[in-house]
């Protein structure tokens, strides 16, 4: 058992990819692995070289990239793009797809031919969708046809409107009774992990106790597997964070300084030496008087 529970395992060295086993391993071990959300290449990079293992390509990316208000702005042809685009950025690392709203409520059919799509285009690892008891018959489609499959329970921001806007769940007896029937029943339906999100710490205890299967909370306590956020709201990046993923580091501020200094030196004329030259000419002679506009001397011939 890891005596330090939040002490993540890294990504294995390159060639070797984090894999379900992998993860599977970690909950074996009684290891608790971190994930991030990414929606980047180039974030994704180095979240691979700072040793994450999951990355989550969520449709957060709705409001931390297009700046809408909710995550049901997320459209399924930019989610493929971004996912792919993250898979490339960190070929070694876990990566997850989530289905964004649209793409798999109206038809079966139509759901598995989406989620093949974050297989193939989107080079996802696994796809993740909101789901509760309803979902059970297209979840076992989903497996049957070998998608890997995490079910997202507790809140689900998807049915927002439909409740309301956005709340903690599981927090009566009855709702968590509702919510570990829906764990089972969607292990017993073929997904490979779940995805808690804004329970109470008995809900998610209850859950791993119930089931086999790796457990990442977002916002559900210390019971679980895993541990996600968005990244943005860790980076000091967002202006208000939600209390389990206060920010540990101000990189907004850090972005505005440099964005100030970038404009002081722009200003200062302080670029630095140009980097272009034309060929077979003098530079010196090339380069217009600083102090003279009007003054141009003829390049030799």
Same mark, same amino acid.
């Given at each position: 058992?890891?005596?330090?529970?939040?002490?993540?395992?890294?990504?294995?060295?390159?060639?070797?990819?984090?894999?379900?086993?992998?993860?599977?391993?970690?909950?074996?071990?009684?290891?608790?692995?971190?994930?991030?959300?990414?929606?980047?290449?180039? +974030?994704?990079?180095? #979240? =691979? $070289?700072?040793?994450?293992?999951?990355?989550?390509?969520?449709?957060?990316? %709705?409001? &931390?990239? /297009?700046?809408?208000?909710?995550?049901?702005?997320?459209?399924?042809?930019?989610?493929?793009?971004?996912?792919?685009?993250?898979?490339?950025?960190?070929?070694?690392?876990?990566?997850?797809?989530?289905?964004?709203?649209?793409?798999?409520?109206?038809?079966?059919?139509?759901?598995?031919?989406?989620?093949?799509?974050?297989?193939?285009?989107?080079?996802?690892?696994?796809?993740?969708?909101?789901?509760?008891?309803?979902?059970?018959?297209?979840?076992?489609?989903?497996?049957?046809?070998?998608?890997?499959?995490?079910?997202?329970?507790?809140?689900?921001?998807?049915?927002?409107?439909?409740?309301?806007?956005?709340?903690?769940?599981?927090? +009566?007896?009855?709702? #968590? =009774? $509702?919510?570990?029937?829906?764990?089972?029943?969607?292990?017993?339906?073929? %997904?490979? &992990?779940? /995805?808690?999100?804004?329970?109470?710490?008995?809900?998610?205890?209850?859950?791993?106790?119930?089931?086999?299967?790796?457990?990442?909370?977002?916002?559900?306590?210390?019971?679980?597997?895993?541990?996600?956020?968005?990244?943005?709201?860790?980076?000091?990046?967002?202006?208000?964070?939600?209390?389990?993923?206060?920010?540990?580091?101000?990189?907004?501020?850090?972005?505005?300084?440099?964005?100030?200094?970038?404009?002081?030196?722009?200003?200062?004329?302080?670029?630095?030496?140009?980097?272009?030259?034309?060929?077979?000419?003098?530079?010196?002679?090339?380069?217009?008087?600083?102090?003279?506009?009007?003054?141009?001397?003829?390049?030799?011939?």
């Amino acid at each position: 058992m890891n005596e330090h529970p939040f002490e993540s395992k890294p990504v294995p060295p390159t060639g070797h990819g984090t894999t379900l086993q992998t993860l599977r391993r970690f909950v074996r071990d009684g290891d608790t692995f971190a994930c991030l959300t990414c929606y980047d290449a180039t +974030t994704a990079r180095w #979240l =691979q $070289r700072a040793g994450v293992p999951l990355l989550l390509v969520g449709d957060t990316a %709705a409001e &931390m990239i /297009l700046g809408e208000p909710g995550t049901i702005h997320a459209p399924l042809e930019f989610m493929l793009l971004l996912t792919a685009a993250v898979k490339r950025g960190a070929p070694n690392t876990f990566i997850m797809g989530d289905m964004p709203f649209g793409s798999y409520q109206c038809d079966d059919a139509e759901a598995i031919r989406n989620a093949g799509r974050f297989l193939t285009e989107g080079r996802a690892d696994a796809v993740k969708l909101e789901v509760d008891d309803r979902f059970i018959p297209l979840v076992e489609k989903l497996a049957r046809a070998g998608v890997p499959v995490v079910a997202h329970l507790g809140s689900r921001p998807q049915a927002a409107k439909q409740e309301g806007g956005y709340r903690a769940a599981g927090r +009566t007896q009855d709702a #968590l =009774q $509702r919510i570990v029937r829906d764990a089972i029943a969607m292990e017993k339906a073929g %997904a490979v &992990m779940l /995805l808690l999100e804004a329970v109470p710490n008995e809900v998610a205890q209850a859950v791993v106790d119930s089931t086999s299967i790796p457990v990442i909370g977002c916002g559900a306590g210390t019971a679980c597997h895993g541990q996600i956020v968005v990244t943005q709201d860790i980076l000091g990046l967002t202006d208000w964070q939600p209390a389990f993923a206060r920010p540990i580091c101000e990189l907004g501020d850090t972005l505005m300084d440099a964005a100030r200094e970038w404009m002081r030196r722009v200003s200062s004329d302080e670029l630095g030496e140009h980097p272009y030259r034309m060929k077979g000419v003098d530079s010196e002679k090339s380069t217009p008087a600083k102090q003279d506009p009007d003054v141009r001397e003829s390049a030799p011939s």
